[in-house]
């Protein structure tokens, strides 16, 4: 499986930004795609992931401003995020999961500064 995600950036507080990760190559019946993040000096952590019967998850931090979506194919998943706050900053990793195996995309910088 191959993960192509874009769509981050810089933008001010309050502003918004939509992350799109792409799925290609072995794509299971059975999977979850999501977004984890990691800001410097600490771990790797779930923002938000959402299955292929359409459960979604969120960490606390991001409910009721981040949104996680999927298409009709369940192979490009999209993460809207509304009213960023700096805390936000870190890189963000799609993650694909099917088989039981993890897939992780490239990494897509977010930024979040007045």
């Known amino acids: 499986v191959q993960l192509q995600a874009s769509g981050g950036g810089l933008v001010q507080p309050g502003e918004s930004l939509r992350l799109s990760c792409a799925a290609s190559?072995?794509?299971?019946?059975?999977?979850?795609m999501g977004w984890f993040r990691q800001a410097p000096g600490k771990q790797r952590d779930l923002v938000a992931i959402i299955t292929s019967n359409g459960s979604t998850n969120y960490a606390d931090s991001v409910k009721g401003r981040f949104t996680i979506s999927s298409d009709n194919a369940k192979t490009t998943a999209y993460l809207q995020m509304n009213s960023l706050k700096p805390e936000d900053t870190a890189v963000y990793y799609c993650?694909?999961?099917?088989?039981?195996?993890?897939?992780w995309g490239q990494g897509t910088q977010v930024t979040v500064s007045s």
């Open positions: 993650n694909y999961r099917g088989g039981f195996i993890d897939y």
């Open positions: 190559g072995k794509i299971f019946r059975l999977n979850r």
